[in-house]
Nanobody, 118 residues
Framework: QVQLVESGGGLVQAGGSLRLSCTAS????????MGWYRQAPGKQRELVAT???????TYAESVEGRFTASRDTAKNTMFLQMNSLKPEDTAVYLC????????????WGQGTQVTVSS
C-alpha cells in the first residue's frame, strides 16, 4: 500500500506562485509514474502534469509554461511549482501514484485546495 499526502495549497492573488508537495509513504519502491490532477467545483477531474519515474514530464496545455512538475525519488516526494497563477487555476489539487508492479493500480491523495483571487 502507498499513502499520499499533499501540502502547500492556499490562497494567492492572480499572478502569484505556490509550490505543492506530495509525499509518499508505505511501499514507495512500488511507485512508477506520478501525476498531479485538479478538480474545480462542478467540473471533472483533469490531468495537470505527469512525472515519470525517470523524471520526464508532460503538461496540460492550460498550464504549459507556467507550472513545473518534478520529483525527488530519494525523498519520495513530488512537487508542482505553479507560477503566474490565474483564477481559473482554482481547484483542489490531487496527486496520484501508479503502482509499477502487477497488479497495477492507482493511489490518490486527499488533495489540497488552491484558490486564486482576481
Amino acid at each position: 500500500q502507498v499513502q499520499l499526502v499533499e501540502s502547500g495549497g492556499g490562497l494567492v492573488q492572480a499572478g502569484g506562485s505556490l509550490r505543492l508537495s506530495c509525499t509518499a509513504s508505505g511501499s514507495t519502491t512500488s511507485i512508477g509514474d506520478m501525476g498531479w490532477y485538479r478538480q474545480a467545483p462542478g467540473k471533472q477531474r483533469e490531468l495537470v502534469a505527469t512525472v515519470a519515474r525517470d523524471g520526464s514530464t508532460t503538461y496540460a496545455e492550460s498550464v504549459e509554461g507556467r507550472f513545473t512538475a518534478s520529483r525527488d525519488t530519494a525523498k519520495n516526494t513530488m512537487f508542482l511549482q505553479m507560477n503566474s497563477l490565474k483564477p481559473e487555476d482554482t481547484a483542489v489539487y490531487l496527486c496520484k501514484a501508479q503502482r509499477r508492479f502487477w497488479p497495477v493500480r492507482d493511489y490518490w491523495g486527499q488533495g489540497t485546495q488552491v484558490t486564486v483571487s482576481s
